[in-house]
Structure formats: structure tokens, C-alpha cells
């Protein structure tokens, strides 16, 4: 086990990519928090990680709300001592070019996307360089690195993650913590559901997705699951500051 008795937050955990991430992570040792706004959901992950054998708990968790997170991260830290691996995940995709986005569309996405990201890290820091070290992953998209035609607001706060996250990489190297984001390309998951709709159903983004994507496919929430593995883990333990894309070869263009 890769992961034994470290202690992981993981934020949006209740579904898809983090849910992926919650379980692959307990499945190797670690002890995994999960935060998610739907009290319900962050439950289903810790009754089936349970049922698979490993340990977590749910701490439900609006991570744009300030003080319901640096509960969630002060008390993790009281309760288990230590916060090893903090992964900030909760994003939300408001479409639109810049016309189309509405002022309160590009506050919610700096919020949700980048804010609660940077709130998450300046929370867990202090923990990590009292205790020696840590590990964060911050979920930004391929869509920070690159333009897409009407994403007006999600490439600009997902590149805005990939910055900020070289910049916590820079600042605390020396502190023995390491910060990487993770950029998913098309991962199947709800996350999609109002695109899909959007598109025409089913078909249609099947026939989109499969027409974009160098590799004819979307992911599977489990193998994002994988890179974060990597990334959370001491398999990546030289590596800091990056940008992992995931996304079958979409970011070629
Ligand atoms: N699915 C994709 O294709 C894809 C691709 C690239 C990046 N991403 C990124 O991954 C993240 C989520 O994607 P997913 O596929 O796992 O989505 P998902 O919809 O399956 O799960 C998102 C989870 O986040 C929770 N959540 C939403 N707002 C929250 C908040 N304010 N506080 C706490 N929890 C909250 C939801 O309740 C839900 O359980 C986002 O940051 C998104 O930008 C997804």
C-alpha cells in the first residue's frame, strides 16, 4: 500500500473524478476525508469505500463557504493529527463567451474554481510545514491549457489554477511540499450532464467526443483516478509545479 495511514482530504468527493480519487486512495492505505457539499453522496463514498475494505469519513462540506472549510481542515487535522494529502477538486463549468457570461456566471466560477482552491491550500499549508511535508493536488482541466470557442469563464479560472498552483509549487518546495494540478480532458461522469443535454443527448456527445478525441474516447473516472494516484503519492515524489494532462491527446488541438 502506497498510501498507509496518510491522511487525505479530497473535496467534491461525493461523485466522479473525486469520488475515483477518494476510493483508489483508501484502497492504498490512506485514511480519506470526504468533503461534498450533497451530505448524501460524500456518504455513498464512504459506505463504499467501507465495503471495500478501507477507512473514511465524511465531513460534509460547501468549500466556498470559509468557515465550513477551515472546519473541515481543522478538524481533520485535530482528529487525525496530520493532513498528508489535501486534493481540491470541486469545480464547476459555467459555458458562455464573454458576452454570454453573466458577471455573477464568472463570480461563481472564481469561487468555486480557484478561491475555494487557494482557501483549501493556505488552510492545509501551515499543517503540512509544521509536520514536515505534504502533498496538493489542485484540479484544474486541459481547458487551462488551452482555449476552447464559448468557455469563457472556465478556461480563465482553470488556467488561473495551473498558475497558482506553480506558484504554491515555487513557494513551498522548500517546505517539503509538493503541488501539482491535474488536467483532465472529457471524463464520463455528471459532471457532463448539462453538456450532454445541451448537445442532444446521448448520441450526439458520443458522436462529439469520439470525433475530438485523438483517442476516439472519453475517460473513465477511474483512470483520472490513477493520476491522481501518481500525483498524491511518493511515486511522483520529484515532482512539482506541473500541469498533468489526461485527456487522450485532445490538448494536441
Ligand atoms: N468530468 C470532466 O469531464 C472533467 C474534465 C476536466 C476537469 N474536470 C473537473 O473535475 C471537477 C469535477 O468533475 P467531476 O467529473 O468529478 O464532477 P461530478 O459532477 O461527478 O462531481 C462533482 C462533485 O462536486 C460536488 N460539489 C460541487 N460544488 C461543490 C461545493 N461548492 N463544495 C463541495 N462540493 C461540491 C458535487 O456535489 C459533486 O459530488 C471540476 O473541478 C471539473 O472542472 C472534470
Redesign the pocket.
Given at each position: 500500500m502506497i498510501l498507509k495511514d496518510r491522511v487525505a482530504i479530497v473535496?467534491?468527493?461525493?461523485?466522479?473524478?473525486?469520488r475515483s480519487g477518494a476510493e483508489i486512495m483508501a484502497r492504498e492505505g490512506a485514511i480519506v476525508v470526504v468533503?461534498?457539499?450533497?451530505a448524501d453522496?460524500a456518504a455513498e463514498t464512504v459506505a463504499r469505500i467501507g465495503k471495500a475494505g478501507g477507512r473514511a469519513e465524511s465531513c460534509p462540506?460547501?468549500?466556498?463557504d470559509d468557515e465550513a472549510l477551515a472546519r473541515l481542515v481543522e478538524g481533520t487535522a485535530k482528529a487525525h493529527g496530520r493532513i498528508d494529502i489535501l486534493h481540491n477538486?470541486?469545480?464547476?463549468?459555467v459555458a458562455g463567451t464573454l458576452e454570454e457570461v453573466t458577471p455573477e456566471g464568472m463570480d461563481a466560477s472564481w469561487r468555486?474554481?480557484v478561491r475555494?482552491h487557494f482557501m483549501g491550500c493556505r488552510l492545509a499549508v501551515p499543517h503540512m510545514k509544521r509536520q514536515g511535508g505534504g502533498v496538493i493536488v489542485n484540479?484544474a482541466?486541459?481547458?487551462g491549457v488551452f482555449v476552447d470557442k464559448g468557455m469563457l469563464a472556465y478556461i480563465t479560472t482553470?488556467a488561473a489554477v495551473i498558475m497558482m498552483t506553480r506558484q504554491i509549487a515555487l513557494d513551498y518546495a522548500k517546505y517539503n511540499i509538493r503541488a501539482n494540478s491535474l488536467?483532465?480532458?472529457?471524463?464520463d461522469?455528471?459532471?457532463?450532464e448539462p453538456y450532454i443535454r445541451q448537445m442532444g443527448g446521448r448520441k450526439a456527445i458520443e458522436t462529439y467526443v469520439s470525433g475530438m478525441i485523438p483517442m476516439g474516447r472519453w475517460a473513465s473516472?477511474g483512470e483520472i483516478a490513477e493520476a491522481i494516484l501518481f500525483l498524491a503519492s511518493d511515486r511522483s515524489s520529484f515532482m512539482t509545479g506541473h500541469d498533468l494532462v489526461v485527456d487522450g491527446g485532445e490538448w494536441f488541438g
Open positions: 473535496t467534491g468527493s461525493g461523485s466522479g473524478i473525486g468533503a461534498d457539499r450533497d453522496a462540506t460547501d468549500v466556498t477538486h470541486a469545480g464547476i463549468q468555486l474554481n475555494a484540479t482541466s486541459n481547458s482553470k488536467c483532465p480532458g472529457w471524463v461522469t455528471p459532471f457532463n473516472s
